[in-house]
């Protein structure tokens, strides 16, 4: 049920833009994307619901595409400061009726100057 | 500081041995979760609790235990660890049981000797 996310690991150099995809096989409720740098807890960047309603932090955009279940994360003039692992999280009703939020493998994003 | 802590930052601990991780939200937020996170695996959903009430036990091992004894904390008790167990433990906390954001904790990275 964990959604895909590709690619793996990207490496930019300053000022690059890169994508981050995200897909699932399920019918989603709504999409979660987060970002984790070394020794430090995950931390939140956004999520888009159903119906086209999303909430996250100015400088970050992605989209949503319910018909395919997938996700993109957008990173525009890359900074040193976006280096982390990106983990997309995928949120389903389970089958008792909860709301049940998965997480990929992640994204290895390396910035360079 | 993301209002989640949890406690303790390190353990290591002998297979027989019983331990307990805690986590604490200062956030008025009424649900709560257990993920594992080892490396090169994504974040793995173990426990939810919504008001109290677990809602969620994704086939975790009887040798983890949780307790949510009240909205603002939550406990894994570990008993007869196996090595394999070996991973950091991260807690979130939302609120609401659906779409909103959750907050990390920073982790209990746990060795199993």
């Known amino acids: ?113 | 500081e993301t209002g989640v802590t949890q406690t303790p930052r390190h353990l290591v601990m002998g297979m027989t041995n019983k331990k307990s991780l805690k986590c604490e939200q200062h956030l008025g937020h009424n649900a709560m979760y257990w993920y594992k996170q080892s490396a090169k695996k994504p974040l793995e959903l173990m426990f939810v609790y919504s008001l109290e009430e677990r809602v969620e036990n994704n086939s975790v091992p009887s040798r983890f235990s949780p307790e949510c004894p009240n909205s603002s904390h939550l406990f894994l008790h570990l008993h007869t660890l196996q090595p394999e167990d070996s991973a950091l433990y991260l807690c979130a906390s939302r609120w609401g049981r659906r779409a909103g954001e959750l907050f990390f904790g920073e982790g209990s990275r746990l060795t199993v000797l």
Not at chain 1, 15 to 31: F, H, P, Q, R, T
């Open chain 1, 1 to 113: 049920q964990q959604p895909v996310q590709s690619p793996q690991a990207v490496i930019l150099r300053e000022g690059e833009d890169a994508v981050i995809n995200c897909s699932s096989s399920k019918a989603l409720y709504s999409v979660h994307w987060y970002r984790q740098k070394h020794g430090e807890a995950p931390v939140f960047l956004m999520i888009l619901l159903k119906g086209g309603e999303q909430k996250g932090h100015e400088k970050i955009s992605a989209s949503f595409n319910e018909k395919k279940q997938q996700s993109s994360l957008y990173l525009t003039a890359s900074q040193l400061s976006y280096s982390g692992t990106y983990f997309c999280g995928t949120e389903i009703v389970s089958g008792a009726g909860s709301y049940q939020l998965t997480f990929g493998k992640g994204t290895k994003l390396s910035v360079i100057p």
